[in-house]
């Protein structure tokens, strides 16, 4: 089961490169302590440590529960650490993840936070998402925004979404830090209802700080004041705590036909 946390005020990031040492997020634990501060100055109380689990660097549960036990005794209460990874979709991974998905996921909860490679056959990785949902697992489809292959075909997206997947935006995304068209994506996806979760997927206290401030100013103006604690606070909050998202939209379906269509050209 999931480790409670305690619901106070403030973001909630559930894909963070926080933990020290493990990938190419922060090097030392004095730049893992920096890059804290920034969170902790930005408004994000709860953080979620996700070191990536691909080809290059291997996942290893207990390396990442030292490190984080390290950092919350260093940071105290003034932010709440709960450990997890970005699991690569490759088919290792996902058979790993089949096997033992609570080894993987958030907070050891049914939450778990997937990455897809640059490039996929859609069909074969609906196929990794079903296997999955079917061994218990809610994949949560990282930065879907800055995919090059969802960017043409936003329609596999929406039947992922359809599936049982959910979707976590990268906040600065939507301010153009991964550039137009990931930010135009992103917008489209706020519009269409396909968001679920935003996060910082932060990595460093200069180059990719962990922000969202900026990101819940754009989603208060765009979609409102409760959609955006929804999206960056009550949904994360909720998966944190393996409980189900207060805000869920259904069905992830296409409102309007040929919304994606610019982005496709």
Same mark, same amino acid.
């Given at each position: 089961?999931?480790?409670?946390?305690?619901?106070?005020?403030?973001?909630?990031?559930?894909?963070?490169?926080? !933990?020290?040492?493990?990938?190419?997020?922060?090097?030392?634990?004095?730049?893992?302590?920096?890059?804290?501060?920034?969170?902790?100055?930005?408004?994000?109380?709860?953080?979620?440590?996700?070191?990536?689990?691909?080809?290059?660097?291997?996942? @290893?549960?207990?390396? %990442?529960?030292?490190?984080?036990? #390290?950092?919350? @005794?260093?940071?105290?209460?003034?932010?709440?650490?709960?450990?997890?990874? #970005?699991?690569?979709?490759?088919? +290792?991974?996902? *058979?790993?993840? %089949?096997?033992?998905?609570?080894?993987?996921?958030?907070?050891?909860?049914?939450?778990?936070?997937? #990455?897809?490679? +640059? =490039?996929? @056959?859609?069909?074969?990785?609906?196929?990794?998402? #079903?296997?999955?949902?079917?061994?218990?697992?809610?994949?949560?489809?990282?930065?879907?925004?800055?995919?090059?292959?969802? *960017?043409?075909?936003?329609?596999? !997206?929406?039947?992922?979404?359809?599936?049982?997947?959910?979707?976590?935006?990268?906040?600065?995304?939507?301010?153009?830090?991964?550039?137009?068209?990931?930010?135009?994506?992103?917008?489209?996806?706020?519009?269409?209802?396909?968001?679920?979760?935003?996060?910082?997927?932060?990595?460093?206290?200069?180059?990719?700080?962990?922000? =969202?401030?900026?990101?819940?100013?754009?989603?208060?103006?765009?979609?409102?004041?409760?959609?955006?604690?929804?999206?960056?606070?009550?949904?994360?909050?909720?998966?944190?705590?393996?409980?189900?998202?207060?805000?869920?939209?259904?069905?992830?379906? @296409?409102?309007?036909?040929? !919304?994606?269509?610019?982005?496709?050209?």
């Amino acid at each position: 089961m999931a480790t409670p946390a305690t619901p106070e005020a403030g973001w909630v990031d559930t894909h963070i490169h926080l !933990l020290p040492g493990l990938d190419d997020g922060p090097a030392t634990l004095e730049d893992a302590l920096a890059m804290a501060e920034v969170a902790i100055a930005d408004g994000i109380t709860h953080a979620v440590a996700t070191p990536h689990a691909n080809y290059q660097f291997r996942f @290893e549960p207990a390396a %990442v529960a030292g490190r984080r036990q #390290e950092l919350q @005794e260093r940071l105290g209460e003034r932010l709440r650490l709960y450990t997890g990874c #970005e699991l690569h979709l490759s088919f +290792e991974n996902v *058979q790993a993840a %089949v096997a033992e998905p609570r080894r993987f996921s958030l907070n050891r909860s049914r939450y778990l936070l997937v #990455e897809f490679p +640059e =490039f996929f @056959e859609r069909r074969a990785l609906g196929g990794a998402l #079903e296997q999955l949902l079917e061994a218990g697992a809610v994949p949560v489809l990282a930065h879907p925004e800055r995919n090059p292959v969802l *960017q043409q075909h936003p329609e596999a !997206l929406g039947e992922y979404l359809r599936l049982g997947c959910l979707s976590q935006v990268t906040a600065s995304s939507f301010a153009g830090r991964f550039g137009k068209r990931a930010q135009q994506f992103g917008a489209e996806l706020l519009k269409q209802e396909w968001v679920h979760i935003v996060a910082s997927d932060g990595h460093s206290a200069q180059q990719r700080p962990p922000h =969202f401030r900026r990101a819940f100013a754009y989603l208060e103006e765009q979609a409102g004041g409760e959609r955006a604690l929804a999206l960056c606070r009550d949904n994360p909050l909720a998966m944190a705590e393996d409980r189900d998202l207060p805000y869920r939209p259904e069905p992830a379906q @296409e409102k309007k036909k040929g !919304l994606f269509a610019r982005l496709r050209g």
